[in-house]
């Protein structure tokens, strides 16, 4: 089944002219968790100096800090 940030996505690939608003709702939790655990361990830290490790580790308070 394909999620609605995938449709949003396969658009924005076949038309770059396209303009998107409104699509923070599709961002969840649970995605973001996701992407954050499949972060390579090796990866350089951010330009805020957060390493993986700590990302991996704060990711709830860090995501509870978006909302609150």
């Known amino acids: ?9 396969n658009k924005a690939r076949n ?6 608003n409104n699509i923070v709702h599709h961002i969840t939790g ?3 968790e996701k ?6 361990l090796n990866s350089a830290s951010g330009v ?4 993986v490790d700590s ?7 860090w995501y509870q800090g978006l909302y609150y």
């Open 55 to 61: 990302a991996r580790s704060g990711f709830l308070e």
């Open 48 to 51: 805020d100096r957060m390493t």
């Open 30 to 32: 649970e995605l973001l």
């Open 15 to 20: 038309e770059p002219s396209t303009q998107f």
């Open 35 to 40: 992407c954050v655990r499949s972060i390579p």
């Open 1 to 9: 089944m394909i999620t609605g940030l995938e449709r949003i996505a």
